[in-house]
């Protein structure tokens, strides 16, 4: 088993929601509130020792509700292995999460993508504007109920 | 205001005394002040040293820069976006121009994500065939940065030698598939079609010469002095601060980390490949040179291995078996109505991949390109994430360039080896 499962379900038992293995993949979905505890116990726990972040997607999973989310995809040098943390984001209007650029500097271009692109905010991120679409533009294009075109 | 008047005045001297820095210069206060408002400065999105679209707002005190802002999306097609509403088959031409100095990397990643939610396994021969073609690929991507980095800092004559062996590697590129940018020889489960005939030899001839060829580059910008002059010490990250601003490849080789996914989570039979990882020290621009100069000899030697491991297998080996997965042979669609109809299902239906969701990651000559794939078991994908190698390095020019002179700018961007069509998808 991964040691992130671990590490979550002993220090973070509250916090986790479901614990999912495929195709030899670990993906773990956890609450939404205390991500950035979570992300700095993964980071600096000798045991997963995460220092690394793949990158961050924002999810649109219209038609359920919770309707966003966040997907973190993880990295250890040490252990040689990668875990997903997932979360679900309550709010379907203005989905937000805090930022996790203190605890991974990489995460800054990441958080701003996922906003510009799905319009999730990110509480605490040092520089949060549009990163692709131009600052004046109107809309999220990575949401479901976007058009492809027409516009 | 005060340490902005400093780093002004340590500019004039600069322009004065033959360009040498002084430190620990001190104010005359009973001279009139120079001008000290800082500048800004709009670097692209046309400028030559800018390797494509990139706009980086500059704040300068005469020559040095206060702080880089780096304005990307000019070249952003969506292609996230696109890849929802199409099958997965026809997303392989949008792959090819994400890096597209690179293109079959990306159907790499890509295919290997596809196969991985699918859990197809794809033959011996296609996968050393994928290898082959994925270390030429690398090879040609930094005999590109070798070049245009050359260029932009005034050593004009690598970027003949490299366009000369890049050159060849896109004959093959062609020999394979016809196209030499975008060849797409890649498919899921395995590949279009085997090798032509006189392929191998070819590919024998470019291994063979390769070695000696670099030793002209090699000759050229190693041991040059204005060479060291514009990249020792210049963009220094150290291998903590890597990891942290999530840097890959040889961007994070060069500051010592020692990881590659190919040796640490080896795919598509990397593991049966021997080559060394070559690290660098300081994690500066001649590091990083260092640091791509030596793979590009590694990926010659893997291509070495792969062609030999090629002739041992089957010929004609090259597709999954599974009929749902992979397209049938071109002449039994022609006289077998059970192929045409499975052909015809491939194309129109797609593949239906199960449910759920992977990430597969490779290693891309600029890094790691990786590939958040989700499928709600449609023919599309519900959600593909791509993780491009330019867009996380790229983030990180502030940081490189603060309090640096203008000129180590376009150093930090060459070494950066930012395609920008990766950075913005």
């Not at chain 2, 800082?38 to 980086?56: D, E, F, K, Y």
């Amino acid at each position: 088993m991964n040691a992130a499962v671990e590490l979550l379900q002993t220090k973070f038992a509250d916090e986790v929601v479901e614990v999912v293995e495929f195709r030899g993949e670990t993906q773990i979905t956890v609450k939404p509130g205390r991500i950035k505890d979570i992300c700095l116990a993964l980071r600096d726990d000798p045991e997963t020792s995460f220092k690394y972040l793949s990158a961050i997607a924002g999810m649109d999973y219209l038609p359920q509700s919770p309707r966003f989310g966040v997907v973190y995809h993880l990295y250890s040098h040490k252990k040689k292995n990668r875990v997903a943390l997932k979360t679900l984001l309550k709010d379907d209007v203005a989905p937000a999460i805090d930022s996790v650029v203190s605890v991974w500097s990489t995460a800054n271009w990441h958080e701003r993508e996922a906003y510009d692109l799905l319009g999730i905010r990110f509480k605490g991120h040092p520089d949060l504007r549009r990163i692709l679409m131009p600052a004046n533009w109107v809309g999220h294009p990575l949401r479901k109920d976007y058009p492809l075109k027409g516009m | 205001m005060v340490h902005k008047a400093i780093l002004s005045t340590v500019n004039c001297q600069l322009l004065t005394e033959n360009w040498k820095l002084e430190t620990g210069f001190k104010m005359d206060i009973t001279q009139p002040m120079p001008r000290t408002e800082t500048m800004l400065l709009n670097l692209g999105p046309q400028h030559p040293s800018t390797h494509g679209v990139l706009r980086v707002l500059l704040e300068l005190d005469g020559e040095l820069i206060v702080s880089a802002d780096p304005d990307i999306g000019y070249l952003h097609r969506g292609i996230e976006k696109l890849c929802e509403y199409r099958t997965l088959h026809k997303c392989m031409p949008l792959m090819n121009r994400l890096d597209y100095l690179a293109g079959e990397q990306n159907n790499f990643g890509f295919c290997l994500a596809v196969e991985k939610l699918l859990g197809v396994e794809v033959p011996k021969r296609a996968q050393y065939i994928r290898v082959m073609i994925a270390e030429f690929t690398r090879i040609a991507s930094h005999l590109f940065w070798l070049g245009t980095h050359g260029h932009d800092l005034g050593a004009m004559t690598p970027l003949f030698y490299a366009f000369r062996e890049r050159e060849k590697i896109m004959d093959l590129c062609e020999m394979v598939s016809g196209a030499r940018m975008f060849p797409l020889y890649f498919r899921i489960g395995g590949l279009a079609a085997d090798l032509p005939e006189g392929f191998m030899r070819a590919a024998g001839d470019f291994v063979k010469s390769f070695p000696r060829r670099w030793k002209d580059y090699d000759t050229l910008l190693t041991q040059n002095e204005i060479w060291k002059e514009r990249t020792v010490g210049v963009g220094v990250m150290n291998a903590e601060e890597a990891l942290d601003w999530g840097w890959s490849g040889p961007m994070a080789r060069g500051s010592g980390v020692d990881w590659d996914l190919r040796r640490d989570n080896p795919y598509s039979s990397y593991e049966e490949f021997d080559f060394e990882v070559p690290l660098g020290k300081n994690g500066d621009t001649y590091d990083r040179y260092l640091v791509r100069m030596q793979e590009m000899l590694q990926a010659n030697r893997i291509v070495e291995q792969a062609l030999k491991k090629i002739e041992e297998t089957e010929p004609g080996d090259i597709k999954a078996k599974d009929p749902k997965v992979s397209l049938p042979p071109k002449d039994k669609v022609y006289t077998d109505i059970a192929a045409l109809i499975n052909h015809f299902l491939i194309i129109q239906d797609g593949i239906r991949p199960p449910q759920g969701e992977v990430y597969q990651c490779i290693e891309a000559p600029k890094g790691e390109m990786g590939f958040y794939l989700v499928s709600d078991g449609g023919p599309q994908a519900f959600r593909l994430k791509i993780r491009g190698p330019s867009f996380v390095v790229l983030a990180a020019t502030d940081k490189l360039c603060r309090g640096r002179l203008l000129s180590d700018l376009i150093a930090v961007i060459g070494t950066m080896d930012i395609v920008l069509a990766d950075v913005d998808r």
